[in-house]
């Protein structure tokens, strides 16, 4: 998974590894046995890479994870009787757009192919444009 993620993104592996650490030493990632790698799932994946995308220290890696996994949008306060449709968080709806990449219909996957994610690294903040400019 780290290899990939330096070929296809361009993380070292080296900062990859240490957050990645971090992360699972704060129980946000799963950990593997000895020589056997983690099982990542989707949300795992996305934390790890909005992790990436956003936190530009070491020490602030498990702050910046927390943080996507609290963000509503646009800063909303969604109650408890919100309709399903609106993620809870960044990090949720990150997890949906993957799923839908992984999986959806044609037309869908190209919507998401379409989009533009924008970390600003250093800050926790998460700009999506979609095809449609919203």
Known sequence: ?????????????SRTNGISRRLQEAGQLPVGAPG????????????????????PK????????RAYSAM???GAMLSADAPDSIPRSA?????????IAI???????????????????GWRELSVHTPEGM
């Open 103 to 121: 999986g959806g219909a044609s037309d869908a996957v190209e919507d998401v192919r379409g989009h533009r994610f924008e970390f600003v690294h």
């Open 58 to 65: 070491l020490h602030e890696a498990v702050d910046h994870a």
């Open 36 to 55: 056997v790698a983690p099982e990542l799932g989707q949300r795992d994946v996305c934390t790890l890479l909005s992790t990436l995308m956003s936190a």
């Open 72 to 74: 509503t949008p646009g």
């Open 91 to 99: 990090l949720e709806y990150l997890e949906v757009k993957s799923e």
């Open 1 to 13: 998974m780290l290899d990939a993620i330096e070929t296809h993104i361009g993380f070292p592996r």
